[in-house]
C-alpha cells in the first residue's frame, strides 16, 4: 500500500482480509463512518487484518483475526507476516510492505477460492458507540463518493497472479472527513491511498 505523503506514525493503517467462495460476494470489507462506529475502523465482513502503527509488535505490523460470534468487536493474535519491510522515519517512506500465508488466514468455515482485501487509512479509531465527533479515512474506491465508499477488491487465490491499481482504481486525493452527518473532503496527504498491489503467490 503507498499513500501520497507518508506512513505517518500518528494515524493507523488496515488491510483488511476475507475469503469468500464466490468472486461475486457483495459483502465485504469496508469502512466505518459513522455512529454507532462499531470497532471503529471497519465494518462489513473480515475475518482478518493487518495493523499497521507504532503500537504494534513485528516493526508495527500486528495480524489478528476476528474472534468468531463478536460481531467484529474481538480480535485475537495471529502470527507475524513471514516477511515486512520496516518503516523508517524518512520522509520518502511512504509505502507498507509485507507477505502472509494464505494458510494463515481464518476461512470463517467456508471453502474459500477467492480473497476480498481492501486497504484503509484513518486518523482515529473511535470506539464508544455514541461519538459524536468525526474521523478521516480513505479506503479503495474514491471515498468521496457515496457509490465507491464501500469499495474492496476480490483476487482468486488458487493461481498465481498479480494485482495492481491498475485493476481497480484508486484514486488520489479523496481522504473524506465523515461522522456526525458529515462526509466532506479533507485532504490529508499522509492518509491518501493513492497505489496497492497483490501478489499471489503458488503454493502459498
Request: aromatic residues 8%.
Amino acid at each position: 500500500m503507498t499513500v501520497a505523503g507518508h506512513i505517518n506514525p500518528s494515524y493507523t493503517y488496515f488491510v483488511l482480509f476475507n475469503p469468500v467462495a464466490q468472486a461475486n460476494q457483495t459483502t465485504g470489507p469496508i469502512p466505518v463512518v459513522g455512529i454507532p462506529w462499531g470497532n471503529g475502523f471497519a465494518t462489513g465482513a473480515f475475518t482478518a487484518f493487518l495493523r499497521y502503527d507504532p503500537s504494534q509488535p513485528n516493526s508495527g505490523y500486528g495480524m489478528y483475526q476476528v474472534v468468531p460470534g463478536t460481531n467484529l468487536l474481538s480480535f485475537a493474535p495471529l502470527a507475524a507476516p513471514t516477511q515486512f519491510t520496516p518503516v523508517s522515519n524518512e520522509p520518502n517512506q511512504n509505502q507498507l510492505q509485507f507477505q502472509i500465508p494464505l494458510s494463515a488466514i481464518p476461512t470463517g468455515g467456508v471453502t474459500a477460492t477467492n480473497l476480498q482485501i481492501n486497504f484503509l487509512a484513518t486518523d482515529r479509531i473511535v470506539t464508544n458507540p455514541n461519538d459524536s465527533g468525526t474521523k478521516h479515512i480513505d479506503a479503495l474506491g474514491d471515498t468521496r463518493l457515496s457509490s465507491q465508499i464501500n469499495s474492496f477488491i476480490t483476487v482468486p487465490t488458487a493461481t498465481t497472479g498479480l494485482f495492481n491499481n491498475s485493476t481497480a482504481l484508486e484514486p488520489s486525493g479523496d481522504v473524506m472527513l465523515v461522522g456526525s452527518g458529515v462526509s466532506t473532503g479533507d485532504e490529508i496527504q499522509d492518509l491518501d491511498i493513492t497505489d496497492w498491489s497483490v501478489e499471489v503467490r503458488s503454493g502459498s
